[in-house]
């Protein structure tokens, strides 16, 4: 089992830049490929991007490349979400998730129901 505790959301202008991050403890961390999400209200959980067990293969949503970059530091137990041109649609509350593979290069991207666990996440809002 791992646990997973997302920071660095907060209050950002229209065209400014975050670095989110996802802490990761119990089982080994590189055992697991990672996804990043966001829910906004009345909408449903959006994955947005995904990388895999080694880092080695990355995956971003279409309405999120080029602004969104994903990354990992296995050595650190942490993966992370960069967001640059930051906009008000980008409002939400962003999760990170972990799900095991047995494959280095594997990543989930078929949705929220395919990862086993998951952060609290950490609210993201962008004023205008």
């Known amino acids: 089992q791992v646990q997973l505790v997302e920071s660095g959301g907060g209050l950002v202008q229209a065209g400014g830049s975050l670095r989110l991050s996802c802490a990761a403890s119990?089982?080994?961390?590189?055992?697991?490929?990672m996804g990043w999400f966001r829910q906004a209200p009345g909408k449903e959980r959006e994955l947005l991007a995904g990388?895999?067990?080694?880092?080695?293969?990355?995956y971003y949503a279409d309405s999120v490349k080029g602004r969104f970059t994903v990354s990992r530091d296995n050595a650190k137990n942490t993966v992370y979400l960069q967001i640059t041109s930051l906009k008000p649609e980008d409002t939400a509350v962003y999760y990170c998730?972990?799900?095991?593979?047995?494959?280095?290069?594997?990543?989930?991207?078929?949705?929220?129901?395919?990862?086993?666990?998951w952060g609290q996440g950490t609210q993201v809002t962008v004023s205008s």
């Open positions: 998730a972990a799900e095991a593979s047995d494959s280095i290069f594997y990543i989930p991207i078929a949705g929220p129901d395919e990862y086993d666990y």
């Open positions: 119990g089982r080994t961390f590189s055992s697991y490929a």
């Open positions: 990388i895999s067990r080694s880092g080695a293969n990355t």
